[in-house]
């Protein structure tokens, strides 16, 4: 988030509104394809614990195999429809963008097509480290692409390079990353893959259980990115740069929460498994899991929330540039209505686990008809913060309501238990927001970098102290401490 932060005002700059946006309509247009995944990344997951259980080694390995193949003929059929799609531009933007804009989005989207195409046989290895909970594994691979992408960029775009740069060094660095996975599973985690054998009954089991959470990645791919879309082909590439802005600023707000939940998922799938016969301890283990979950992420997401209300708009000012006001009421709009799936997002995991996520495919659906019929008339109206109303609006109604009577009717948790703890962070939570808002009202953040940090440092030590008297209780001041001790170990070795 910090190496994004940095990099992204410079891209901006070096790009300029119109190209910054042209390169996130392109990213946006060929990430739909990404919806052809099926929703088969999570059936690895849940097939691989049940197995694991057995200790079935060799129904892994044929579920292994099963997978490269899948995601393999994935990767062919995406690489053909982006191709498809950037030979076709009109029919996406129609007249939103000029002769050189088409020009430049085909080179952009036959590049991200590739990138696309090599990632889906190549995620097998991802989900294999993920299932064997190898998580510093991925996020130090993660980490590596996120800082040594900008660092090879920013001399590409400084000697006069532009978008075309930044998506060929995405490019080289995800093959790398892929390489280094394909040699981990291989030779470190010793993964055999089986291409025969049992894979017809599998297969329709899969098709069956991935069929809903295709839907719901066709659902997201539409909630998400509909906005740039609609304000490319209504309002052109500057409208589709400001509402990057945004949608930039609550991509780092949602990374927050899953970098928290993700780590859960074989844990989920495991807690299911084996209580499966025993209703109510199930029901007290996962609701124990959920809310201890839900609990941290708003602790967390609580300062970001805040923060972004409260210094949001000169941070975008000086942080953007000129000429992207809209985008603070933009993130604000994503990312507040977000705030209750994101620190129930374990939840995902747990429908899943007791394949019962059809619902939730059901009411997604529903919200992105809303979503797009009001994005529709709204982007039209008010540009960028119109489609923003439109996706706010629609998260709210589905995750808000709709996905908590469904949590604690068929999905075995104890909502009102999880909502009463819930609202035992907000005290310290408030305390420093009110303080604040007023000291900015007297005060009002001047559009300076020093200024602002001060600001935003300031309020964060307000803020954890304020939570960890009035909102954190024994276990997560424990979890707080672990870390401090480990430092403080690592120190006297």
């Not at 991509?251 to 780590?263: D, E, F, H, K, P």
């Not at 007023?438 to 940090?453: Q, Y």
């Amino acid at each position: 988030m910090i190496v994004s932060i940095l990099y992204t005002p410079y891209m901006i700059q070096k790009l300029g509104q119109s190209e910054y946006g042209l390169y996130n309509t392109a990213a946006s247009t060929i990430s739909m394809l990404s919806i052809l995944s099926l929703g088969f990344g999570s059936g690895y997951i849940r097939y691989y614990a049940i197995y694991n259980q057995k200790d079935d080694k060799e129904s892994i390995y044929r579920l292994n195999g099963l997978f490269l193949k899948i995601f393999t003929v994935i990767g062919l059929v995406s690489l053909l429809c982006g191709l498809y799609i950037a030979n076709n531009l009109e029919m996406v933007f129609k007249d939103g963008l000029t002769v050189d804009e088409y020009g430049l989005a085909k080179i952009l989207m036959i590049l991200l097509t590739v990138n696309l195409a090599t990632s889906f046989p190549m995620s097998v290895f991802s989900h294999i480290i993920g299932a064997h909970e190898r998580f510093v594994v991925l996020k130090l691979i993660g980490i590596m692409k996120t800082v040594c992408g900008p660092l090879v960029t920013i001399p590409l775009l400084f000697a006069g390079f532009r978008s075309i740069a930044i998506v060929s060094v995405t490019l080289g660095f995800s093959l790398t990353a892929d390489a280094i996975y394909f040699y981990y599973v291989l030779l470190v985690l010793k993964q055999r893959f089986w291409f025969s054998g049992g894979e017809k009954g599998l297969l329709k089991e899969l098709a069956i259980y991935t069929s809903f959470i295709a839907v719901n990645i066709i659902i997201d791919q539409i909630n998400w990115n509909i906005g740039k879309l609609l304000l490319a082909r209504y309002k052109g590439t500057i409208a589709v740069a400001i509402y990057s802005v945004g949608y930039t600023l609550n991509t780092y707000y949602n990374m927050v929460s899953t970098a928290v939940s993700n780590v859960f998922t074989p844990m989920v799938h495991g807690i299911v498994n084996k209580y499966k016969n025993e209703k109510e301890e199930q029901k007290k283990e996962l609701t124990g899991l959920f809310t201890r979950v839900g609990r941290v992420q708003l602790l967390i997401l609580g300062l970001f929330a805040t923060g972004l209300v409260l210094f949001g708009k000169p941070f975008i000012a000086v942080w953007a540039g000129k000429g992207f006001d809209d985008a603070y009421y933009v993130v604000l709009l994503l990312a507040l209505p977000a705030t209750i799936p994101l620190i129930q997002n374990v939840g995902i995991e747990i429908q899943r686990a007791m394949n019962r996520h059809q619902f939730r495919a059901i009411a997604y659906f529903i919200m992105a008809l809303l979503n797009l019929a009001v994005s529709i008339y709204l982007c039209q109206l008010w540009g960028p913060v119109g489609s923003a109303i439109g996706t706010g609006a629609s998260m709210i109604i589905a995750n808000g309501i709709a996905m908590n009577i469904y949590y604690s009717k068929r999905c075995n948790l104890d909502i009102p238990y999880f909502w009463k703890n819930i609202m035992r962070v907000l005290p310290g939570m408030l305390i420093p927001s009110v303080l604040f808002a007023l000291l900015t009202n007297w005060m009002p953040v001047s559009n300076s970098l020093k200024t602002i940090a001060l600001w935003i440092s300031g309020y964060t030590l307000v803020y954890c102290a304020s939570v960890w008297f009035l909102s954190m209780n024994l276990y997560e001041k424990d979890l707080v401490l672990r870390i401090f001790k480990r430092i403080k170990n690592r120190g006297n070795q």
